[in-house]
């Protein structure tokens, strides 16, 4: 049984790095983008504690962690338990941070306990999963497995154009470690569900089946700076109302049912010259689409095309889109969804199958080892991304335990 | 006749102050934003211009410029001449420098041509005319003529919430002339159309009836961060599609004829936190409206506000509107139209009365003296508020022309 007092400390220690205080809920949230200061203060912080507890260190060329607790059979592929210590800009203490103390807190109960285990099990912590800030989410897994190339990530930029490589370095986070990795023998994720399903039905832990298909765009539209005042409707080429009509058909799209269980936001949205008097010329939007169908994803995707082709028909503003994120669904390997069942059964904690709604790096690795996840409930609704973000120390510690134990029976005695 | 070289040359080395390379359209276009060090410096070339015509500078309590000529009876209220010299972000180089570069030609020709007049004719350069930066237009002259005080007019605050107040000490702008200032004997202000019809109708000047009423609105929407993967259609408040629901109808509104000759756009459009994977907490817009007759923008004003009241309900999503800027339709008065009509066609030149679309101090000043204006044609369709805003030469001489000679009239030899 792990020491669900010493994870909570812990989750509470890192949430101080970053923290701030949110205008929106009078709340202290935490907002550690990826490569900043903030988040390499975070790692700093999670990797002392890893050295603490006698683990090896090492980065791969991403700025990836692996720490590693020997195994009695050093040669055997490890055991991988892991997430993420990057956060959104309005963040709440629990998305990846659990992942990361989780596996720590598995660790440190081994070492009390004097547990050896035949396979090495090894903490990753991955670079940028959430995309925010360099606009591809589960990057630094994605190089890891090998879908997306390193060079390909270290060229892209953020708002300010500054570049995943050039943080990389300033950070000196480029490590030695080869990508794409050698696959492991499995990887495992505890993480809060971060949406209502767990909490409004009761259960204590989810037993993820994999990852719905998520696609983001990024839209720009470019119209005509004119005057507010005295330009007629008919001479206007608003990028401004372009953006906002193709905002407003995504909620349509979602509401139609047309497209199975479509999600769609946009989360960025901003105007050039943006000033009160002027017809903004300039436009950019993000589109996020989500789907646990690939073929209706894909559906969503040609109408939004199709959509701004008849925008751009009716406004005179021309679009163009990029498409920054695409990850079909991921699917778990059925013993591993046995795996944590079972080991949640074992341990007394009712429990139900879930998809995820939310990406996760545990969707990159499924697809170079057998991969699970342990989903834990969140209050309010389940709320993320967002300082309200809340899962109890109970909950926490429930998905832990199940970690540990699956991590015991995957790397063996 | 005045120089109309002179004038070219004067509009082309004022465009350099503020000169930046505009994107969209690959132009050099202006940003002198209001009260910012490049506004300060435009200033300071035509103030120097002005001294140099022997022209005695005055600065009132906003920073408006008064640029004295002395008349054979300086007791009698002058005749006063003027517009701006700040712009928007994306300016080209006539709107508001016609019209003070345009009264300082009068004055270089009157002094060219040894001519006195009874009453002192006085140049004005009214501070923060656009409203882009401290988000109220004609600001200056609102002060001059009574209609907003000047401790109002100094706490409004720009983006980054430095002050009108804070600016103007910063740059010694603040002078010894009380406002409300003593009402002239006349106003003149000559002005680029900014709008299509002088030049698809082929007329060389407007006699510009009065100005549109003009509605400014800032609406705020506080909604709710969420995830965007997980969190269900039914549990979003999304300040993104709130704000985007009543841009799109704005634009309905325009186009259903339902508020006559309703303009309506949308300047300003920011969201927070503004990142791909998270549904907007916040947004901010800026709605400006605009309509000949006052009850039909006070009717877009009212049907806006429950349209806001309508979103609100369905998305979750509280709205707050502030009224940022708010002139009823200024008429000008009827014997200065008669006079630049008259003085138009007694130079030869075509011309129609015209209504403004764009708010001018003229619109201020109205209210406390005699007022008119001169309209000359702008090219590809009168575009304004970008660098492709352009007028000829010869347009330009045509408008100063008709000024020099009303003035002359008003001012008396
Ligand atoms: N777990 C999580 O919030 N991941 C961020 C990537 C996404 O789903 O947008
Ligand atoms: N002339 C002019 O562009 N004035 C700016 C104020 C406005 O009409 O928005």
């Given at each position: 049984k792990i020491d669900g007092g010493r994870l909570w400390d812990s989750l509470e220690a890192l949430g101080k790095i970053g923290a701030y205080l949110d205008e929106e809920t009078g709340l202290v949230g935490v907002r550690r983008l990826a490569l900043t200061d903030q988040d390499v203060a975070g790692r700093e912080l999670a990797l002392g504690w890893m050295r603490e507890a006698g683990l090896a260190v090492r980065l791969d060329r991403m700025g990836n962690v692996r720490a590693r607790r020997e195994g009695?059979?050093?040669?055997l592929a490890p055991i991988v338990l892991g997430s993420h210590l990057d956060s959104v800009a309005?963040?709440?203490?629990?998305?990846?941070c659990l992942g990361v103390l989780g596996g720590l807190e598995v660790i440190r109960t081994l070492n009390d306990e004097g547990i050896g285990t035949r396979r090495p099990i090894e903490l990753a912590v991955w670079t940028?999963?959430?995309?925010?800030?360099?606009?591809?989410?589960m990057l630094g897994s994605a190089v890891a497995a090998g879908r997306i190339t390193e060079p390909d990530a270290r060229a892209l930029t953020d708002a300010a154009g500054i570049s995943v490589g050039e943080e990389l370095d300033r950070h000196g986070l480029v490590g030695p470690v080869a990508v794409p990795v050698d696959p492991p023998a499995g990887y495992l994720e505890c993480h809060?569900?971060?949406?209502p399903i767990l909490g409004s039905e009761g259960y204590r832990i989810g037993v993820v089946t994999g990852v719905q298909a998520i696609l983001w765009q990024r839209l720009t539209f470019h119209g005509r700076a004119a005057h507010a005042g005295t330009t007629p409707d008919e001479l206007r080429r608003s990028a401004t109302l372009a953006a906002s009509l193709v905002t407003v058909h995504l909620d349509d799209m979602v509401k139609s049912g047309?497209?199975?269980e479509l999600r769609a936001s946009v989360g960025r949205f901003e105007t050039s010259?943006?000033?009160?008097n002027i017809v903004a010329a300039e436009a950019l939007i993000t589109v996020d689409l989500r789907n646990p169908e690939e073929e209706a994803i894909l559906a969503a995707r040609d109408e939004l095309g199709r959509y701004c082709r008849e925008v751009s028909e009716r406004t005179g503003v021309t679009i163009e889109a990029v498409t920054t994120a695409h990850t079909p669904p991921a699917n778990f390997a059925p013993e591993m969804m046995d795996l944590v069942e079972q080991t949640a059964g074992e341990l007394g904690m009712n429990n139900r199958r879930i998809m995820s709604g939310a990406g996760h790096d545990a969707g990159e690795m499924a697809a170079i080892c057998p991969t699970g996840m342990v989903f834990v409930p969140g209050l309010y609704?389940?709320?993320?991304?967002?300082?309200?973000?809340y899962s109890t120390p109970e909950a926490c510690a429930d998905g832990v335990n199940v970690l540990l134990h699956c991590a015991l029976s995957l790397a063996g005695r």
């Open positions: 009695a059979q050093p040669d309005t963040a709440g203490r629990f998305d990846g940028e999963e959430e995309g925010c800030r360099f606009g591809t989410d809060i569900e971060q949406g047309r497209f199975g010259p943006n000033l009160v609704d389940g709320i993320s991304h967002n300082p309200r973000e």
